[in-house]
């Protein structure tokens, strides 16, 4: 029979920093969703940003202006978005919320699958593929509805009035949702320790989160590949396979 092998020494300290601290928050990226077969956006070749300009198919002045071009582009997403399923990275967080060992999920993802997880305190400050909204009467649409709203346009209108529909995900040139951020920011400046996972922590407002933990005197650690601006002020950083490393650490704290 073969010895067990514990976890890695940095895993082990993580666990230790989480048991140790009053309230823990969790910052999510697109990594966190890469063991689901979700590309994140910057990786070069593979990235979702690797050969088509962000600004040029999901920005908001698209949508307005060349809503054929922008669904050409987020139909395809929603339907390979619709098949994917949560991986051992999502499940060890919402473990380890139903332990009782962080307060909830902040997250950059609109994909849904925290929640598919088991998380219950999510605060998705990019919005979400869960709905869609008619821009002109309000009507709402839940993900498996918005297919059905497409003719021969290639563009999704809505059945009631006639009025552009827009999933509801934050697009470039659009403002962060205010109910979220304003939570996330709370969640930032009450945590003990913020724990980031998956990101790149490039983007902002999102980003300057952790700089609102820190400068209440609170801790950071980070577990993602590639260097991040905050990688001299985190007391760890494990930069395995994000799946692996969340898997370890809920291990860990048993």
């Known amino acids: 029979m073969s010895a067990q092998i514990g976890p890695s020494a940095d895993v082990a300290r993580l666990a230790e920093l989480v048991r140790e601290v009053r309230s823990t928050v969790v910052l999510t990226g697109a990594g966190v969703s890469v063991p689901s077969g979700i590309p994140d956006f910057r990786t070069p070749e593979t990235g979702l940003w690797a050969k088509v300009d962000p600004m040029e198919v999901a920005h908001i002045d698209v949508f307005e202006r060349d809503p054929v071009r922008f669904w050409s582009y987020y139909r395809p997403r929603f339907h390979a978005l619709g098949d994917v399923r949560p991986n051992r990275a999502h499940a060890a967080l919402a473990e380890l919320e139903r332990r009782g060992l962080i307060e909830g999920v ?6 849904r699958l925290h929640r598919a997880a088991g998380s219950e305190n999510v605060i998705e400050v990019h919005g979400s593929i869960e709905t869609s909204t008619c821009r ?4 709402s649409y839940g993900i498996e509805e918005v297919d059905g709203l497409f003719g021969a346009s290639g563009v999704a209108i809505c059945d009631a009035c006639g009025g552009p529909v827009k999933p509801d995900v934050v697009l470039f040139g659009e403002m962060l949702p205010e109910r979220a951020m304003r939570e996330a920011q709370r969640l930032a400046e009450a ?3 913020i724990l980031c996972v998956g990101s790149s922590l490039a983007v902002y407002p999102v980003a300057g989160l ?17 260097p991040t601006p905050y990688d001299a002020d985190a007391a760890i950083k494990l930069e395995g396979e994000v799946d692996e490393e969340l898997d370890a650490l809920a291990a860990a704290l048993l």
Request: proline share 3%; charged share 15%.
């Open 136 to 139: 002109q009467c309000a009507a």
């Open 106 to 111: 902040i997250t950059q993802n609109i994909d």
């Open 191 to 193: 945590a003990d320790l």
């Open 210 to 226: 952790p700089a609102v933990t820190l400068e209440r005197g609170g801790q950071l650690a980070i577990v993602t590949k590639g």
